[in-house]
């Protein structure tokens, strides 16, 4: 791709975002939304490949149904109240309305068909923008809008999310497939908790982008995009597999990894809420992701294929990881003894 062109996209994706979490006026959130969208399609799209086309229809699609139903949530809010601000949702048919809406843009359960496909289709550091920038402008809109939501709703996709997550990761050998299953589990835990304490959604959110933001960044040095080359990855750069594993297994929430931090503090908050069935049930369906991030982590530095491949196996990486990558990992593995700190400015 152009460079001048990359630079182009990459500035409208920084700019969308900017406007949709900086404004007051949901005409203003829509428009960032669409420049958002108009501006991610050319990387989605820029292998030519059919399965990238594919993948770049697929989202077009999709994008452009929730910003409709954003809009008519808003319109319709607007013709009862008056008011076009964010902040002044009151109608329980717009609310209804943007909370699909939301969950069609974030890949939430009913609406997350269309996420697996898509990433799947893009190169991985396309992959990693969906998985991460691209969900900021929405989480902002849900956290604005977080006291207007209806919360049996938004609980009943967030544990939907989280099974539906654990169940279909299972069974995938594609490791892009893996990651968007394991970001429609890990939505379905900020939204149960979103209504009860937003600047928690939040806070998980950061967490979770940066462990991901470090797994697809050292997937992308050792071009592992299916198990099979996962297993014969640790030649080209043994040390950085290992923090690739302990990656992996913060992402699995397990401790003391900096992973167990959101999903012990989401737990704490839906007790004291009264909530203690709710957070039983999305405690129990983390094991359906536990096992393929265990799976993941176990093929990433310990196993060897049990019979011969038909891969050449690379004695060096293409490139050398960079310094972002050993500052996310550490990040990914090591803010749990922070946690009174990040408690503070919860």
Known sequence: ??????????????????????????????????????????????????????????????????????????????????????????????SLLLTAAIAMKLGLVPFHFWFPEVLQGSPLITALLLSTVMKFPPITILFLTSHSLNPTLLATMAIASAALGGWMGLNQTQIRKVLAFSSISHLGWMSIVLIYNPKLTLATFYIYCTMTGAIFLTLNITKSFKLSTMMTSWTKTPVLNTTLMMTLLSLAGLPPLTGFLPKWLIIQELSKQEMAVPATIIAILSLLSLFFYLRLAYYSTITLPPNPTNLMKQWHANKPASTLIATLSSMSTLLLPLSPMILALI
């Open 1 to 94: 791709m152009n460079p001048y062109a990359k630079l182009t996209f990459s500035l409208s994706l920084v700019l969308g975002t900017a406007i949709t979490i900086s404004s007051n006026h949901w005409v203003a959130a829509w428009t960032g939304l669409e420049i958002n969208t108009l501006a991610i399609i050319p990387l989605i799209s820029k292998s030519h490949h059919p399965r990238a086309i594919e993948a770049t229809i697929k989202y077009f699609l999709v994008q452009a149904a929730a910003s409709t139903l954003l809009l008519f949530s808003s319109m319709i809010n607007a013709w009862h109240t008056g008011q076009w601000d964010i902040t002044q949702l009151s109608h329980p048919t717009s």
